[in-house]
Structure formats: C-alpha cells, structure tokens
C-alpha cells in the first residue's frame, strides 16, 4: 500500500512538472508569435506605405524621423506591427473556440504565396490604371475574395476579415478627419472607396500566419501531452483546457 501511495505521489510530482513546462512554453510561444507578426506587419507596412506615397496616392505631413526615408509618418510602422499581431493571435484562439481547426493548405509555401498576392494586390490600387474608382474598387474586392477563397475558405476567416476590415476603415476616416494624412482625389468620405478591400486581404494574409505560427505551437503540446501516459494524465490535462 505505501509503494502504491509512493509512486502516486510521484506521478503527480511528474504529471505538475510537466505541466509547468506546457505553461512557460505557451507564454513564451506567444510572446514570439506575437514578435514575430509584430515584425512581418511593421515590413509589410514600411514597403506598401511606400508604393501608395510614391504614386500620391496617401499624403502625410513632413516628418523628421521617416520622411527622408519612407515619407511616411513615425506611428503608421508601430500601428501597423501592433495590429498584424492581433489579428495573427486572434485568427487561432477563434478557430480553437469555435471548434474548427483551420486544416486547409497548412504549409508555408502556400503562406508566402498569400503574401505575395496581398503585395500584388496592394501594387495594383497603386500602379494600375482604371477607367474609374468604381472599376477599380470592383477589381480590388474580387481579387480579394479570390485570396480568401485560395488561401482560407473558412467563415470564421471571412467573417473576421468583413468585421476587422469595417473597423479599420472606420479608424482610418477619423485619422484623416483630423487630419494625420489624407488621401489624393477621395471618393468615399474621406478616403479611396477601395481601401476595404485591401484591408480585407491584408486580414486574411496576418490570418494565415498566425495559423501557420500557431501551428508549430499545437505540434509541439500534442507531443508533450504524448508524454502524459494513462487516462487519469489525460482527463486531467483536458479538464484544464490543454487539450488541442
């Protein structure tokens, strides 16, 4: 009876270790995932900013620190990156709440292709002629559901992409109200009809990085919960929500 109590006694030191672990693991995972998408949408940002100013298509006030550099304003960068991060930590912690696994093209060579479809797509609202803003405004949105449909087709990513893209265009209205940059020839308010749709593909693009980030991070719980050998380990590990 004592070597029974004994090595239950033992298990539970073990099976609290390794729990320990799966909790510093996922809060460090989570800081660099964040660091990371932190990172991408400050580059994205810097490099798309610049082909909208070089085409006057956005007009910002001088600014001492990046103008000379990327003629754009210090806090589109850090906005930017803050907002890449969000929504790259959302898109998973949704997909887990609702039940629904994101399984479709999980690999990073689709990723980097979405990425370069979003840049493309963000070239074209710059560079590429059209008859009208309506014309273009209509090219845009199909292009961007085209991405949605190639690199997500989930409803969770679509409704979130809709939902942040509204949102981010309503900030962007109050940002040019009061007067932090402008827009060249604006035709919906005060700013580009368009500028939804890109919203929308650069949501559904930080979306499918973090689902890739986040990947890696289920991989490697699902080994460490291999480890925990019998089925009481396991209710236990369910039962304080470290089950994938």
Known sequence: MFGLWFRRGLYDLLLSSCLSLVHVYRTTNLLIRGSMLFAVGV????VLNLLQVQRNVTLFPPDPVLSSI???AWWVPPCCGTAAAAIGLLYPCIDTRLGEPHKFKREWSSV???VAVFVGINHASAKVDFANNVQL???????SIGLWW???????GFGLGVTI???ATLATQLLVYHGLFQYTSP???YIRSWLPCIFFAGVITMGNIGRQLALVRLTMLTVMQCHFNGPSSMDYVENHGWST
């Open 70 to 72: 990327f003629s754009s």
């Open 43 to 46: 580059f994205l940002a810097l």
């Open 112 to 114: 980097m292709r979405c």
């Open 165 to 167: 893209a509204l949102l």
């Open 150 to 156: 190639t690199f997500d087709r989930s409803r969770c």
């Open 187 to 189: 035709d919906f308010l």
């Open 137 to 143: 405004s209509l090219t845009l949105a199909a292009l």
